[in-house]
């Protein structure tokens, strides 16, 4: 099926981000997994995808306008616009006829950092295409941010190739998150590599950026990549975040300190402010301040999104 029509004016400066949109099961428990029987948990159903996270600590933020395209299956399609609309970004949800709405079982321990595990159910989130790209998605944007996961599927990296072709053509930047160190391994560091030529800022986090480069340095690792991409922007968690650019770590930008209780979407976070801090008109290093403030008020929450 196509794009939904979406009504209202449309500013200038926006901000328009390409991803995925995805419900997330979230699941708290403490200390290991029981097999084969029961173990203790919390658990919410929450509005995610990485796409979707960062457009909305992008309007938390603060900025002109944020958009977002993505595609979902009809089953959840009115709840996550929404859930999109209610913190402030423009959905622009093309809906799917025959796949279900991605799914994620996000697995939180308690007891370790609340560090997380996935089970990725990716549904229609995926099977964007180039026919559901339209340069006219550009007017009044001036930066455009592409989700990572969109190079994992076969439609979707023919989509992030004529998304990017257009927006280079008119002139807007292009950021991209890598998203997956396990899709990433698969993909293949050289394929990453040629598909994001021509991305303007790249922004892994510490094991996307060693995984691409094969070093275990992360500093090491973002001043390599930044021969690839104009900025790189690293995230590190708690340890914050470096910036690279001509090959070589020109800022190191701390974390804030916080007691983490669900670390589900704070790359996200970060990406979103630092897109928005940008738009507004800070420096990277400045706008990599803004990330870590938005990162680490995420850490704080249950789920991928701002209160």
Known sequence: ?????????????????????????????????????????????????AGANVACWAAYRGTAEVRLLGRVGAD????????LAARGVRPLLVVDGRAPTGTVICLVDGDAAAERTFLTDNGASLRLE????????????????LSGY???????????????????ARGVPVSLDPASAGFLARLGADRFLSLVDGVDVLLPS????????????VADSAARLSRHV???????GAEGALLARSGEVYARVPAEPVTPRDTTGAGDAFTGAFLAALLAGAGPEQAAREGCRAGARAVELTGGRPP
């Open 130 to 145: 180039p026919a559901d790209w339209s340069d006219a998605l550009l007017d009044g944007v001036a930066r455009l941010h």
């Open 76 to 83: 959840a399609a009115a709840w996550h616009e929404r859930e």
């Open 230 to 236: 104009p900025l790189v922007v690293a995230k590190q």
């Open 1 to 49: 099926m196509g794009r939904r029509k979406v009504t209202g004016a449309v500013g200038s400066g926006a901000l328009l981000v390409v991803g995925d949109v995805i419900t997330d099961v979230v699941a708290r428990h403490r200390g290991p997994l029981a097999p084969g029987t029961d173990t203790a948990a919390s658990i919410r159903t929450v509005p995610g995808g």
């Open 150 to 168: 969109l190079l994992f599927a076969e439609p979707s990296r023919e989509f992030v190739a004529v998304a990017s072709k257009a927006a280079r």
């Open 206 to 217: 510490r094991d996307e950026a060693c995984l691409l480069t094969g070093l275990p340095d």
